[in-house]
């Protein structure tokens, strides 16, 4: 079946580092790929997706390339900021008429000034 | 801009009360979503509708129903709520169509005592 799994958290940053939240997928065919964020007390927005093999996602500096041959959607940012603390979650859309996604459980991210 | 809004952002019921939880969306979306998250559980469907009075169960239905009598509003009722029904309540939206978006409501967080 479809499956998502991301890296567990927290993942605890100073400011202006690397970040790399690591996500990998199941699914058949060329599911479509989403990156959700959560701020605290909010529900999700979504940050970025790609809906096909070697699409790049990216938004508010943050990237994701849809790479089929490992099943993987690494979310990235080359230098992060006290306010990207949040919930990430990794998600797919399965190719085929249902709607129904799957979420990864979610990685939370801290940055320390 | 988009909108999906929850009824309450807090609640507090009692054990055995009905609770009716809503959501209403302003995209004239088909598809309408009721998702828990809990700590390490990450996102799970409860129920989706993809289209006025339907409905099909989600991946933990039990102890719930839901009602969409309008395209735009889309309700979850727990019938006689328990203790482990304490969480957070998402709602989201989406358009028919190839690889679209959810978008997704602030939140319920609901405590039962």
């Known amino acids: 079946g479809n499956s998502v799994t991301q890296m567990e958290g927290p993942v605890t940053l100073s400011e202006e580092a690397f970040l790399t939240i690591n996500c990998t997928y199941t699914a058949t065919g060329y599911p479509s790929l989403f990156w959700y964020v959560q701020y605290p007390g909010e529900g999700l927005q979504l940050l970025l997706k790609?809906?096909?093999?070697?699409d790049k996602g990216s938004n508010k500096g943050f990237e994701a390339t849809y790479r089929k041959e490992t099943t993987s959607f690494h979310l990235e940012k080359g230098s992060v900021q006290v306010s990207d603390s949040a919930v990430y979650f990794c998600?797919?859309?399965?190719?085929?008429?249902?709607?129904?996604?799957?979420f990864g459980t979610g990685t939370r991210l801290k940055v320390l000034a | 801009d988009v909108k999906v809004t929850q009824s309450s952002r807090y609640l507090v019921k009692r054990t055995g009360e009905k609770v009716f939880l809503e959501c209403v969306q302003d995209m004239d979306h088909e598809n309408m979503f009721w998702y828990r998250q809990d700590p390490g559980l990450g996102l799970r469907l409860i129920y989706f509708s993809y289209d006025v009075k339907m409905k099909e169960k989600g991946d933990i239905p039990e102890g719930y129903s839901v009602s969409r009598e309008k395209k735009e509003r889309f309700s979850l009722i727990l019938e006689s709520a328990s203790t482990n029904q304490t969480s957070m309540y998402l709602c989201?939206?989406?358009?028919?169509?190839?690889?679209?978006?959810?978008?997704f409501g602030p939140g319920t967080r609901l405590l039962v005592l």
């Open positions: 790609a809906t096909k093999a070697d």
């Open positions: 998600a797919l859309s399965p190719l085929g008429g249902t709607y129904k996604y799957i």
């Open positions: 989201a939206s989406l358009n028919s169509g190839v690889r679209e978006t959810q978008y």
